[in-house]
């Protein structure tokens, strides 16, 4: 089945169908919101200011696709900032709406960590914790990863979800909680990138081809 990557001009797009790539997905990326209409399976990168992402989007009318698609209960994998635009808003550069899919806000990273050193931007291997009380991994995009295996982060702000069920993995960045993986259904998102997470990540992105 292919999967649709979504081009909204704001994203590492060669990396992400580089390790879907060889996790031998059958890709297409498309730019307009008539590409998008009857996906299967979507993944939405991105990089940079939540804002610019979130306004790159609506000026290309793919919002209203996405929402549809999200309605259609298919398989959605946002990465870093395409995972961040899956909540309600961000306070990056002042207040700005996102999709609205899983409700909750992106707020910054503490600037500095309890010692006074400076704390953003988010950058580097942490490894993967299951959120207390949050379901076994088995059957989800994370089925297979050992607590304790490590992703790559690149980043400033993270996900708060205000349902603490939509948690599915955290990391801690000298000690301050990150949300590293979300899910709502069949709705997922990665805080870290995959595709750049050696081969656990091409584990994952393996995983979510195969939630099918």
């Not at 790159?56 to 999200?70: C, D, G, I, S, Y």
């Not at 704390?119 to 995009?141: S, Y």
Request: hydrophobic share 35%; proline share 6%.
């Amino acid at each position: 089945m292919k999967v649709t990557i979504v081009d909204y001009g704001t994203s590492n797009l060669k990396s992400v169908c580089r390790g879907l790539a060889v996790c031998g997905a059958d890709m297409t990326v498309a730019t307009r919101p008539e590409e998008i209409e009857n996906a299967e399976i979507i993944v939405l990168p991105g990089v940079g200011a939540y804002g610019d992402c979130a306004r790159r989007l609506r000026e290309r009318n793919l919002e209203p696709v996405l929402q549809k698609f999200f309605q259609r209960e298919r398989p959605f994998l946002g990465i870093c900032v395409g995972m961040q635009l899956l909540l309600d808003s961000s306070t990056e550069y002042g207040p700005c709406e996102g999709l609205g899919k899983i409700p909750g806000q992106v707020r910054e990273i503490p600037r500095q960590d309890s010692y006074g050193k400076r704390h953003v931007p988010h950058i580097g291997w942490e490894i993967l914790t299951r959120p207390p009380g949050a379901a076994d991994w088995k059957g989800t995009l994370l089925d297979g990863i050992d607590e304790e295996d490590s992703v790559y982060f690149v980043h400033s702000y993270t996900a708060w979800p205000d349902d603490e069920s939509d948690r599915l993995a955290d990391a801690y960045h000298d000690g301050s909680r990150i949300a590293a993986v979300l899910n709502r259904g069949a709705v997922y998102g990665c805080q870290f990138h995959p595709e750049k997470s050696g081969p656990v990540g091409l584990k994952i992105l393996s995983n979510f081809l195969n939630l099918v």
